[in-house]
């Protein structure tokens, strides 16, 4: 059988083995951690930094192909892959989704609207910076950010130049404008290394200090925003070349624009419903993908709602399990259980989104 190798070991790595060995395929993981959640699934295991020469040598050498769960792959490793592997995804996409001036100059140009930025490389592009944003806006580091770390929203120039001074030690920052969102929306779309696409029903998300909270789907919106949010994710796909999968974060405002967020070269955490209520998982398209098969239907067989599972909540869920009984829970091995790390998720499938929610709230207490 075929070897894919995965560099990363968190859950999304977690999830692509289990659907790539379902599939039949063996999996090898590049992973410095011990016992990762990918780890745990794999049948090899490569102990080092993601950035070891040799330790990316060894993976090429024992998988046919290789992708990753992650976008901060450095970029000679990247390199190293696109010429020396099988490595269909490329270091291109994983370039401007390292970087987000890079990233947002990139969905500019094709053409689809982010909120107004400016960059900051040093503390004297402040005050041009506001003057063309103005407040309130946000302040976010170029590089390393996730669950809103290294981001601050400013509402004055006191707390701006606060924020200015914290987050350029971290890396060049982007200024962007605060958008008044009514909901915010995801868009998870699957280009195979053949040309082939194919994306997913729109979710809506719901965060709390700035983690996913709870994906709904389908999302609450007119058809217009549906058909719109999923012609941007296909236009970024195919315009950008981009091979595997790419998350699409979307704001809505009250009339239904819509501007990107951020993307995601990868399989994504508002796509974890999938897994049960698409025929197709996001997880087991990107192997097919990857792996140059035909890609599988996207559509959804009922509605859902998944709720993520914070080391806060675990003790919680464990005690309403025998209230959850229509429900999928999902644990990702990790062994502490620390504050707003995410621990796993619960997927509820019903005939509407109301009745999922339902049940969710039968043990979710706020
Ligand atoms: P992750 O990668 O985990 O999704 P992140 O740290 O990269 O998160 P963002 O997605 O940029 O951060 O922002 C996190 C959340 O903060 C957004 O989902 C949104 O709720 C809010 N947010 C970020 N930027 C803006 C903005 N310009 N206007 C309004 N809300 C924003
Ligand atoms: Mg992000
Ligand atoms: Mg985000």
Not at 15 to 29: D, L, P, T, W
Not at 95 to 113: C, M
Not at 314 to 330: D, F, R, T, Y
Request: glycine share 8%; hydrophobic share 40%; aromatic share 6%.
């Amino acid at each position: 059988g075929q070897t894919i190798g995965i560099i990363g070991g968190g859950q999304l790595g977690r999830m692509m083995a289990m659907a790539a060995k379902q599939m039949g395929y063996r999996i090898a993981v590049l992973e410095p951690g011990q016992d990762s959640p990918c780890g745990q699934v794999a049948d090899y295991v490569i102990e080092a930094p993601y950035d070891d020469r040799e330790a990316a040598k060894k993976l090429a050498k024992i998988s046919d192909v290789i992708t990753y769960e992650f976008e901060n792959i450095d970029s000679e490793t990247a390199t190293w892959l696109t010429e020396e592997a099988d490595f269909p995804q490329g270091a291109d996409v994983l370039r401007f989704t390292q970087h987000r001036l890079l990233e947002k100059e990139t969905i500019q140009s094709v053409g689809i609207p982010v909120a107004p930025f400016h960059a900051i490389h040093s503390i004297e592009d402040v005050e041009g910076a506001i003057e063309e944003i103005g407040f309130p806006a946000v302040l976010k580091t170029c590089r390393g950010g996730y669950d809103g770390k290294g981001q601050r929203v400013v509402k004055d120039e006191k707390q701006l130049t606060e924020a200015a001074s914290e987050l350029l030690n971290q890396s060049e920052c982007v200024l962007e404008a605060w958008i008044p969102f009514s909901l915010e929306l995801s868009v998870i779309v699957t280009r195979s290394r053949n040309g082939e696409t194919a994306v997913f029903p729109v979710a809506e998300n719901d965060h709390k200090d700035n983690i996913l909270h709870r994906s709904y789907v389908p999302a609450r919106v007119n058809d217009q925003v549906i058909e719109e949010a999923k012609r941007i994710a296909l236009t970024l796909v195919t315009e950008l070349n981009v091979v595997g999968t790419l998350a699409v974060e979307l704001f809505m405002l009250e009339d239904g624009r819509l501007y990107v967020n951020e993307l995601a070269p990868r399989p994504h955490n508002s796509g974890h419903y999938s897994i049960e209520a698409c025929v197709t998982s996001q997880f087991e398209q990107h192997i097919r993908a990857v792996c140059g098969l035909p890609l599988g239907s996207t559509d959804l067989l009922r509605p859902v709602i998944m709720e993520n599972i914070l080391g806060e909540h675990v003790e919680m869920i464990m005690q309403g399990l025998p209230k959850l009984s229509e429900a999928k829970l999902h644990l990702y091995g990790k062994a502490e259980a620390k504050e707003k790390r995410k621990m796993g998720h619960l997927t509820v499938t019903a005939e509407s989104l109301e009745e999922a929610e339902r049940q969710l709230e039968r043990v979710m207490k706020e």
